[in-house]
């Protein structure tokens, strides 16, 4: 753009106005000089003084000071003055030079000419923020300055001096820099947001031609994005989409998309084929058409982050058919996916993670994940960014169901710590996408050591102190899947894991509840641990639950019967009888009857108790405690047995003689049998003895 005619116009009146002020001026200047002169000399020859018409300046007045510059640099540090004039001539300066071509225009970039412009357009002075929004006009047709002006956001600025209020040269660069600007899919989106589409449309019944042509391009790049907008809205609907597939649209969209020179528009054109490819049928056009191969080519070589996050966005959405899925497993999806996580763009990294949880659907594709790209979404658990953690758990959690190999590439990656300390995580969906991974990672002991070995245990009890029933549905049911192992049930039991467990019971989410009544059950697998639940609550709270018809769940009542099946003094005390498959053990104890809301005392506490008139307890012991082997009596003769008394008789007799005579009884090494009896027969007498 070389100027305009309102500007020239405007111009040459002004020229002519302060040549004609300045000639006059100079006459009278020439006048009083020649004049004044004179009479000053003859009164100073004459030795008079010379009285002065004008009074001196003050001294604290500043000399006018006229400085004649022949670089930029020196105009550009003057649009840092607090004086209007020098602001204003600097301005008019810098916009001859920019206008002379575009390696001015790179050199004021460089100098820092922009970020100063941008403040000065927005000045009280009307002169000054004239000739700084005809800078902005001029500069802005170089690419460079066009984004840094993105980046200083001065399109505000630039839409505030379309006001009706401002000069008709304002309006003229002000729409030529917005027409230059237009060219990028932030700025028109930027436009909008300012509603500078209304004052564009005003300036349409702009008097000057410039003004006009201005806003008409401006208006013409904001529409077209308009146009695909509106098409990206109404082909969420089945019967658009149908309409634009016979109207042929995505042949239209796909030349878009392959015009570098329409790259502003790429974005929005593939917003539309992405809702297109929800159809199968789409889908198998696009593909014989060879058009599902650009975009899937167009998406792994554009360097916009937005476009390549739309394409990643397609392919989730239309994965979720399964001829779809099958269709870009023969695409080869998976490769131009794996190459999107490697980008810087977090934004582009999460819709990468998506599509590939939707095509892990696909058995084949999934395999080739597992050999290409699990290790890269591993790695992505650790990033800053929170919305790619999630993605990457939740596509890890797709990934191991179902496959233990890629469970077990965790442990091989070494990142088992890392899943554990995403427990902790502020993000809600990261904790619950994690606690499905360790679900799945549990099926296999040698992980479960592992992640045992890293305080998987602990780390859940302290999860289940959330107020997310998101997070306490996963996190319940995860450690559930852990406490199959006696180790982990100590290690959550010492975390005070089941008191927090125990407390869920009570929630009023029914999930939850359900939930927490089924790790109850598992966790209720050993004595120590069933004897702890029900020191903290659980029977009462299980039994009460039980009545209820609102709360009951279909695990409430296993949960009650697993806790007496491994306290069966409790259950004998609670049901009167036990059942044919409870074996008792060491430690079992009948309390007898205990009054309404009364808790059974552990056997440690009664072992405490002083001795009272209550009934007694009493105590099973299976064990057969060591016999102590007493020393030998001394040998005495022995009479001879009678006949008809047995040796049992015998020994019965002599120790009521002992007892009597209160002397010891003799006793030989060998007795004599009595008659009738062998020695086989005896020692068969001596174990039913022993035996009874």
Same mark, same amino acid.
């Given at each position: 753009?070389?100027?305009?005619?309102?500007?020239?116009?405007?111009?040459?009146?002004?020229?002519?106005?302060?040549?004609?002020?300045?000639?006059?001026?100079?006459?009278?200047?020439?006048?009083?000089?020649?004049?004044?002169?004179?009479?000053?000399?003859?009164?100073?020859?004459?030795? =008079?003084?010379?009285?002065?018409? &004008?009074?001196?300046?003050?001294?604290?007045?500043?000399?006018?000071?006229?400085?004649?510059?022949?670089?930029?640099?020196?105009?550009?540090?003057?649009?840092?003055?607090?004086?209007?004039?020098?602001?204003? $001539?600097?301005?008019?300066?810098?916009?001859?030079?920019?206008?002379?071509?575009?390696?001015?225009?790179?050199?004021?970039?460089?100098?820092?000419?922009?970020?100063?412009?941008?403040? *000065?357009?927005?000045?009280?002075?009307?002169?000054?923020?004239?000739?700084?929004?005809?800078?902005?006009?001029?500069?802005?047709?170089?690419?460079?300055?066009?984004? &840094?002006?993105?980046?200083?956001?001065?399109? /505000?600025?630039?839409?505030?001096?379309?006001?009706?209020?401002?000069?008709?040269?304002?309006?003229?660069?002000?729409?030529?820099?917005?027409?230059?600007?237009?060219?990028?899919?932030?700025?028109?989106?930027?436009?909008?947001?300012?509603?500078? *589409?209304?004052?564009?449309?005003?300036?349409?019944?702009? /008097?000057?031609?410039?003004?006009?042509?201005?806003?008409?391009?401006?208006?013409?790049?904001?529409?077209?994005?308009?146009?695909?907008?509106?098409?990206?809205?109404?082909?969420?609907?089945?019967?658009?989409?149908?309409?634009?597939?016979?109207?042929?649209?995505?042949?239209?969209?796909?030349?878009?998309?392959?015009?570098?020179?329409?790259?502003?528009?790429?974005?929005?054109?593939?917003?539309?084929?992405?809702?297109?490819?929800?159809?199968?049928? #789409?889908?198998?056009?696009?593909?014989?058409?060879?058009?599902?191969?650009?975009?899937?080519?167009?998406?792994?070589?554009?360097?916009?982050?937005?476009?390549?996050?739309?394409?990643?966005?397609?392919?989730? $959405?239309?994965?979720?058919?399964?001829?779809?899925?099958?269709? %870009?497993?023969?695409?080869?999806?998976?490769?131009?996916?794996?190459?999107?996580?490697?980008?810087?763009?977090?934004?582009?990294?999460?819709?990468?993670?998506?599509?590939?949880?939707?095509?892990?659907?696909?058995?084949?594709?999934?395999?080739?994940?597992?050999?290409?790209?699990?290790?890269?979404?591993?790695?992505?658990?650790?990033?800053?960014?929170?919305?790619?953690?999630?993605?990457?758990? %939740?596509?890890?959690?797709?990934?191991?169901?179902?496959? /233990?190999?890629?469970?077990?590439?965790?442990?091989?990656?070494?990142?088992?710590?890392?899943?554990?300390?995403?427990?902790?995580? $502020?993000?809600?969906?990261?904790?619950?996408?994690?606690?499905? +991974?360790?679900? !799945?990672?549990?099926?296999?002991?040698? *992980?479960?050591?592992?992640?045992?070995?890293?305080?998987?245990?602990?780390?859940?009890?302290?999860?289940?102190?959330?107020?997310?029933?998101? +997070?306490?549905?996963?996190?319940? %049911?995860?450690?559930?899947?852990?406490?199959?192992?006696?180790?982990?049930?100590?290690?959550?039991?010492?975390?005070?894991?089941?008191?927090?467990?125990?407390?869920?019971?009570?929630?009023?989410?029914?999930?939850?509840?359900?939930?927490?009544?089924?790790?109850?059950?598992?966790?209720?697998?050993?004595?120590?641990?069933?004897?702890?639940?029900?020191?903290?609550?659980?029977?009462?709270?299980?039994?009460?639950?039980?009545?209820? #018809?609102?709360?009951?769940?279909?695990?409430?009542?296993?949960?009650?019967?697993?806790?007496?099946?491994?306290?069966?003094?409790? =259950?004998?005390?609670?049901?009167?009888?036990?059942?044919?498959?409870?074996?008792?053990?060491?430690? %079992?104890?009948?309390?007898?009857?205990?009054?309404?809301?009364?808790?059974?005392?552990?056997?440690?506490?009664?072992?405490?108790?002083?001795?009272?008139?209550?009934?007694?307890?009493?105590?099973? !012991?299976?064990?057969?405690?060591?016999?102590?082997?007493?020393?030998?009596?001394?040998?005495?003769?022995?009479?001879?047995?009678?006949?008809?008394?047995?040796?049992?008789?015998?020994?019965?007799?002599?120790?009521?003689?002992?007892?009597?005579?209160?002397?010891?009884?003799?006793?030989?090494?060998?007795?004599?049998?009595?008659?009738?009896?062998?020695?086989?027969?005896?020692?068969?007498?001596?174990?039913?003895?022993?035996?009874?």
């Amino acid at each position: 753009h070389n100027g305009s005619g309102a500007l020239d116009r405007q111009r040459a009146s002004e020229t002519e106005g302060r040549r004609a002020e300045v000639c006059g001026i100079a006459r009278a200047g020439r006048y009083l000089v020649d004049r004044g002169g004179r009479k000053a000399l003859k009164k100073n020859r004459m030795g =008079k003084k010379i009285k002065k018409d &004008l009074e001196a300046p003050p001294k604290d007045v500043f000399d006018p000071l006229a400085i004649e510059s022949k670089k930029a640099e020196t105009a550009v540090l003057m649009l840092q003055s607090p004086e209007e004039e020098i602001l204003a $001539k600097s301005c008019e300066a810098l916009y001859k030079f920019a206008q002379k071509g575009d390696e001015n225009k790179v050199t004021l970039l460089g100098l820092g000419a922009v970020e100063s412009l941008s403040k *000065l357009i927005c000045h009280e002075a009307k002169t000054v923020r004239r000739n700084a929004t005809m800078v902005c006009g001029i500069m802005a047709a170089h690419g460079d300055v066009r984004k &840094l002006m993105q980046k200083l956001d001065m399109i /505000p600025s630039l839409i505030a001096r379309l006001a009706p209020e401002e000069d008709t040269v304002v309006h003229e660069f002000a729409t030529l820099c917005l027409a230059h600007m237009a060219n990028t899919f932030t700025s028109k989106a930027r436009i909008f947001e300012v509603n500078g *589409l209304e004052h564009l449309i005003r300036l349409l019944g702009s /008097p000057d031609p410039d003004v006009e042509k201005n806003a008409v391009e401006c208006l013409y790049l904001l529409t077209q994005q308009l146009s695909l907008k509106t098409l990206g809205s109404i082909s969420c609907e089945a019967e658009c989409r149908l309409a634009l597939k016979e109207s042929q649209a995505l042949d239209h969209l796909l030349k878009i998309l392959e015009a570098k020179e329409l790259n502003d528009l790429h974005v929005e054109a593939l917003l539309i084929i992405a809702n297109c490819l929800e159809d199968v049928d #789409t889908v198998q056009l696009l593909q014989q058409s060879g058009g599902l191969k650009k975009i899937l080519t167009f998406a792994e070589t554009s360097p916009l982050p937005e476009l390549q996050r739309n394409a990643a966005k397609a392919i989730a $959405k239309s994965a979720h058919n399964a001829e779809s899925r099958k269709i %870009f497993h023969e695409q080869e999806a998976e490769k131009v996916l794996v190459e999107l996580l490697a980008s810087d763009n977090n934004g582009v990294k999460a819709a990468a993670l998506q599509a590939i949880s939707a095509l892990c659907a696909n058995v084949a594709s999934k395999d080739v994940f597992s050999k290409s790209g699990i290790l890269q979404i591993i790695n992505l658990l650790s990033k800053d960014q929170a919305e790619v953690r999630e993605a990457a758990a %939740f596509t890890l959690a797709d990934l191991t169901t179902g496959c /233990p190999n890629n469970a077990a590439a965790l442990l091989e990656a070494d990142r088992v710590d890392a899943l554990v300390n995403l427990l902790t995580d $502020k993000r809600e969906g990261v904790i619950a996408n994690v606690c499905t +991974v360790l679900i !799945n990672m549990a099926a296999q002991e040698p *992980l479960r050591i592992a992640l045992q070995s890293q305080g998987v245990m602990p780390a859940l009890a302290a999860t289940l102190q959330t107020d997310s029933s998101l +997070v306490l549905r996963k996190a319940i %049911f995860t450690a559930a899947a852990f406490a199959c192992d006696a180790e982990a049930r100590t290690q959550f039991r010492d975390a005070d894991g089941l008191l927090h467990l125990v407390k869920l019971l009570r929630s009023n989410h029914d999930e939850v509840r359900r939930n927490a009544c089924w790790a109850i059950a598992v966790f209720a697998n050993d004595e120590v641990t069933a004897s702890e639940l029900y020191r903290l609550g659980t029977f009462d709270v299980l039994q009460e639950m039980n009545l209820s #018809t609102s709360r009951r769940n279909s695990f409430s009542e296993l949960a009650e019967n697993k806790l007496l099946d491994n306290n069966l003094s409790l =259950k004998y005390n609670q049901k009167g009888h036990l059942s044919y498959g409870n074996l008792i053990k060491d430690r %079992f104890y009948d309390h007898g009857r205990l009054k309404p809301g009364a808790k059974l005392p552990s056997l440690e506490e009664l072992s405490k108790q002083m001795l009272n008139q209550s009934r007694a307890v009493l105590l099973v !012991n299976t064990t057969v405690p060591e016999p102590v082997t007493p020393s030998p009596p001394p040998v005495e003769d022995k009479p001879e047995p009678n006949p008809g008394r047995s040796p049992s008789s015998h020994s019965r007799s002599a120790s009521r003689e002992k007892a009597g005579r209160n002397a010891p009884s003799p006793v030989d090494d060998k007795q004599e049998l009595p008659s009738g009896r062998s020695p086989s027969q005896s020692r068969s007498a001596h174990k039913e003895k022993s035996s009874r």
